[in-house]
């Protein structure tokens, strides 16, 4: 094994074949089980996409009705959960909360199901978290901060639902529409930390609930999907600490400083733009009305924007513009990543049922700087 083959990060390795998604970096597309998820977002809805992640063809009506009914039927989550929420730390993070919240729930399922990695097996389990997630993201949400349970409403769609369940009340047109597209353009983005995590840990024959549970621990972190947290943390930064005129300036200190700003640059595109983030971008004016600082925001977003391409010539990925629609939505902050979480589970089941099918253990080398020939001392070097 020689320092030709170590690639830091893993930066351009080859992890795996698959048939679900790849980003076409050369005609700047995000092809999904061979469609562009840009116009699957345009045109779709996020249950048909989910549909077409996880079963590798669009549904007919029939099957999509089918499928949101399944969705639908198990949405409720057990009290259980509802219990554990009402017993956790206030602190608690809501994406840890999450994360809980599905380790949790790997104990109602049946033992015989748990423990069955085959395609069947993995389809039911993988549905299951895909209709429970939205309720255990929200409400263990809601019970942090004290606020009552929402339940899943299963007369309502699936996005609806998961609206309601944010809001306490059935979302508007306009709000259902953009949350929906939100959602799509996050569902599935080919071999991210994230699904590499649930892949490498289905790897072992571990079942989908860990593959999903170390796929949460892996989306929290700022360079990933906790990044849409912290884009409109930093917008919001700006907006107290002067607004529009001080924007420019705000972002060459953090430059200066060489502070990363978060919601820019990515493995993948580089120095290309993400689809998503021109995809979504377009929706920041038309909501911006709905939150009293909203033109501020999207005059401060345009600026960053801006000075970032002619700073660093780095483009926002995704969860720039994200952020600050999730704001504009009125959706509180510390839920961004677990929506994000929400969406994302549709590809990572797909990914665990493709590896599960064809699976062959994740185990790389390293390179080795460390001492060698060492000898321990003849005795014990401590008492116990
Ligand atoms: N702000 C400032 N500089 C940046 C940024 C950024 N957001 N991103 C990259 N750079 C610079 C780095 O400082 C580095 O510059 P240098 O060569 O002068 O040192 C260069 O670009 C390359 O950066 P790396 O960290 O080596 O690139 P890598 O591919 O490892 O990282 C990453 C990609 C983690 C996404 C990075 O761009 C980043 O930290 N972005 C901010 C976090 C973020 O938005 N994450 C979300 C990604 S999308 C998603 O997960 C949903």
Excluded: W
Excluded at 72 to 82: S, V
Excluded at 101 to 118: K, R, V
Excluded at 178 to 183: E, G, L, Q, S, Y
Excluded at 249 to 269: N, S, T
Aim: aromatic share 10%; glycine share 6%.
């Amino acid at each position: 094994m020689t320092s030709e083959t170590f690639s830091p990060g893993l930066d351009g390795v080859i992890a795996t074949d698959t048939k679900i998604s790849l980003l076409d970096t050369d005609v700047e597309m995000i092809i999904v089980r061979g469609y562009d998820l840009i116009e699957l977002a345009q045109n779709l809805n996020y249950t048909d996409v989910a549909y077409l992640v996880i079963y590798g063809r669009l549904p007919t009506e029939a099957q999509g009705r089918e499928f949101c009914e399944t969705l639908a039927e198990q949405a409720e989550i057990p009290d259980e959960l509802y219990r554990l929420f009402e017993l956790m730390p206030k602190s608690t993070v809501a994406m840890d909360a999450l994360r809980t919240g599905i380790s949790f729930l790997a104990g109602f399922e049946d033992p015989d199901l748990l423990n069955d990695n085959s395609h069947e097996a993995n389809l039911k389990k993988g549905l299951k978290l895909l209709a429970q997630v939205p309720a255990l993201a929200v409400n263990s949400y809601r019970a942090l901060n004290d606020m009552p349970f929402v339940r899943p409403d299963q007369s309502l769609g699936y996005m609806e639902n998961f609206m309601y369940m944010l809001r306490g009340e059935k979302p508007d047109a306009v709000s259902l529409d953009a949350f929906d597209r939100i959602h799509m353009c996050y569902i599935e983005h080919e071999m991210p930390n994230s699904t590499f995590a649930a892949r490498v840990i289905a790897s072992t024959l571990a079942d989908m609930y860990g593959a999903m549970v170390g796929a949460v621990a892996s989306l929290k972190g700022r360079l990933h999907g906790g990044a849409n947290e912290a884009a409109i943390e930093f917008l919001l930064d700006i907006l107290k600490e002067g607004g529009p005129p001080r924007a420019e300036a705000y972002v060459m200190e953090k430059l200066e400083a060489r502070a990363r700003i978060m919601g820019f640059g990515h493995r993948v595109y580089m120095k290309k733009y993400d689809p998503r983030a021109k995809f979504l971008m377009e929706y920041i004016p038309r909501l911006a009305d709905r939150v009293p600082d909203g033109e501020e925001l999207a005059s401060i977003y345009n600026t960053v924007e801006q000075v970032m391409f002619r700073e660093k010539a780095l483009y926002p990925n995704t969860d720039f513009p994200i952020g600050l629609l999730y704001y504009e939505l009125g959706i509180p902050i510390p839920l961004y990543t677990p929506i994000f979480l929400a969406s994302r589970t549709a590809g990572n089941v797909a990914h665990v049922l493709e590896q599960h099918d064809d699976n062959r253990l994740f185990r790389p080398r390293v390179i080795y700087s460390g001492a060698r020939d060492l000898h321990p001392p003849d005795k014990a070097i401590s008492p116990g």
